[in-house]
């Protein structure tokens, strides 16, 4: 069905309020690499596990088995996003007998590119985005990945240090140490070397957010420790004197119950720089990455004591909560300081995503609300997720129009406050 509104949607730009891209040196080295599964943008691949079962019978990046499971999961949204991509940019059909003209396509619109080319012409282009933030996690906040020639200039980026938060040892000690030359050797040293991080990785870089992707390690039920109980905890960290990854909850460092003190204490003193400087803070809440992740302590009702005691720092509450989207649309009405995201919620769940964005428009003012982010490492694939927003997008609000509630130019200030505005808004870019 054609309307206006949806004409309005399909052209009208974005703001990507996450993504993970690469920097231009980073997809240059890889270049070659680039195939047919390259286009799975980092999800679809999750899928084909969940697919595959309890007991899968070979490695499933073998392309038999993508072959072999493709079909099961090309209904689903990371397997739609998948095709819309794959359409749009090549005219062809992601399955299998089309493997290797897809990846002959793939490097044929790459060739004869700059990397900063590659990235103009599928974010900028094909997708129509205008600005990007970029989580600075894949390089470790590393100023030295950054600098004059890394990205394009519409992308913005965000800091993150989620060894943080979770087990620990010296590990973020460690990495503190090295990346601001301090000798960390008292609780109060830890905050301040946190803060020189950021001070330094502003120099660097556009700085637009603090990312904290906790979700991933812990709960997110952040407790209120004194400062002598994060001590001891501290204290207990470096006399262990041992390295392991944030992940584990067996290697040398102290638990995450016994470091939960000090991931709590460095929490409230992040949340008292992002008020300090008005730095607005981005939270995955809900659905995790990958597979066998540990849903139950993701819910943004956890976070409701940090929204309430920082009332002038600004909370992007990302991936929808999903499956909690309800909740956080309720939170996001009753909080003046939180915003609901959209970003990357298009992809694990079309219908809820458009069943949340339909709820929160009858809840939330409209100037809260985030409508996109393609979340993904690869250039390419933010084709295929921004399409999928918009599909989606422009269908809740031709229901809108269609019950009566909205009238057109209602609709059009709405998808371009939740597209596009509403970020630049938030980020001060306008
Ligand atoms: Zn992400």
């Not at 980073?26 to 390259?38: F, G, P, Q, V, W």
């Amino acid at each position: 069905m054609a309307s206006s509104i949806r004409d309005f949607v399909m052209s009208h730009p974005l703001f990507c309020h996450h993504n993970h891209h690469f920097n231009f040196k980073h997809l240059d080295r890889e270049r070659e690499s680039y195939d047919y599964r390259s286009l799975l943008g980092g999800y679809a691949e999750s899928d084909l596990v969940t697919a595959a079962g309890a007991r899968p019978p070979q490695e499933l990046d073998e392309t038999s088995s993508v072959a072999a499971l493709w079909p099961k999961i090309r209904t689903t949204g990371y397997g739609r996003a998948v095709t819309l991509g794959c359409r749009e940019l090549f005219d062809l059909e992601y399955s299998p007998e089309n493997f290797a003209e897809i990846t002959d396509a793939l490097q044929a619109s790459i060739a004869g590119r700059s990397a900063a080319e590659v990235y103009d012409y599928f974010v900028r282009e094909k997708a129509n985005t205008r600005w990007v933030l970029n989580d600075g996690h894949t390089y470790g906040n590393d100023p030295a990945e950054y600098g004059d020639d890394a990205y394009p200039e519409y992308y913005r980026f965000t800091w993150r240090m989620d060894s943080l938060w979770g087990t620990m040892d010296r590990g973020p000690i460690d990495a503190l140490q090295r990346a601001t030359d301090a000798s960390i050797t008292s609780l109060d040293r830890f905050v301040a070397a946190m803060n020189a991080s950021i001070s330094r990785f502003r120099k660097a870089v556009p700085l637009a957010a603090i990312k904290i992707a906790m979700a991933y390690f812990r709960d997110l039920a952040v407790g209120d420790p004194t400062k002598h109980e994060a001590e001891a905890a501290f204290n207990q960290i470096v006399s262990r004197d041992t390295v392991h990854e944030p992940v584990q909850q067996d290697g040398g460092g102290v638990s995450a119950r016994e470091a939960r003190p000090l991931s709590d204490y460095l929490f409230h003193r992040l949340m008292e720089r992002a008020d300090d400087e008005d730095l607005p803070v981005q939270i995955h809440t809900g659905y995790l990455a990958g597979n066998w992740g540990s849903l139950n302590s993701t819910k943004a009702s956890y976070l409701i004591p940090i929204f309430e005691k920082y009332r002038r720092v600004r909370f992007d509450i990302m991936h929808a909560s999903w499956p909690w989207t309800s909740e956080l649309g309720a939170i996001a009405k009753n909080y003046p300081n939180v915003y609901a995201d959209l970003c990357w919620a298009w992809a694990m769940n079309p219908a809820e995503s458009e069943r949340a964005l339909s709820e929160w428009l009858d809840g939330v003012p409209f100037n809260k609300l985030f409508g996109y982010g393609a979340d993904t490492g690869r250039p390419w694939c933010d084709v295929g997720y921004a399409l999928q927003a918009r599909i989606g997008i422009a269908r809740v609000l031709e229901q809108k129009i269609e019950a009566g509630y909205f009238s057109a130019e209602t609709a059009e200030e709405v998808a371009a406050a939740v597209m596009l505005r509403n970020g630049e808004e938030f980020l001060g870019l306008r």
